[in-house]
């Protein structure tokens, strides 16, 4: 199994940066053979999917929201069971608690969530 754990949430202004990290533990070789996707809800919203990166043995493919194409970047570090997510240009719209997701298969299709970790983008 896997636990993700993410940081780096917290009050920005309008324009801002920030860099989540999400922390795998459990097993690596399972963090390897995953992708690993960001989600994101904020109040009375549905949770939404933000970035995805593939796993090292399909390749490195990348795919963003269109509401984040150009400002976030998805990136992971397989000897640190690390994905990141650097946010560029934040925007009071892209307040909400963001997530952190590995989908793997090992026979049946597998995931885990981390817990959150919040984003407010506030002047």
């Known amino acids: 199994q896997v636990q993700l754990v993410e940081s780096g949430g917290g009050l920005v202004q309008p324009g801002g940066s920030l860099r989540l990290s999400c922390a795998a533990s459990?097993?690596?070789?399972?963090?390897?053979?995953?992708?690993m996707n960001w989600y994101r809800q904020a109040p009375g919203k549905q949770r939404e999917l933000v970035a995805t990166?593939?796993?090292?043995?399909?390749?490195?493919?990348?795919n963003y929201a269109d509401s984040v194409k150009g400002r976030f970047t998805i990136s992971r570090d397989n000897a640190k069971n690390t994905v990141y997510l650097q946010m560029n240009s934040l925007k009071p719209e892209d307040t909400a608690v963001y997530f952190c997701?590995?989908?793997?298969?090992?026979?049946?299709?597998?995931?885990?969530w981390g817990q959150g970790t919040q984003v407010t983008v506030s002047s």
């Open positions: 997701n590995a989908q793997w298969i090992v026979f049946v299709r597998r995931e885990a």
């Open positions: 459990g097993s690596g070789s399972i963090f390897r053979i995953s992708t």
């Open positions: 990166i593939g796993s090292g043995s399909s390749g490195t493919s990348i």
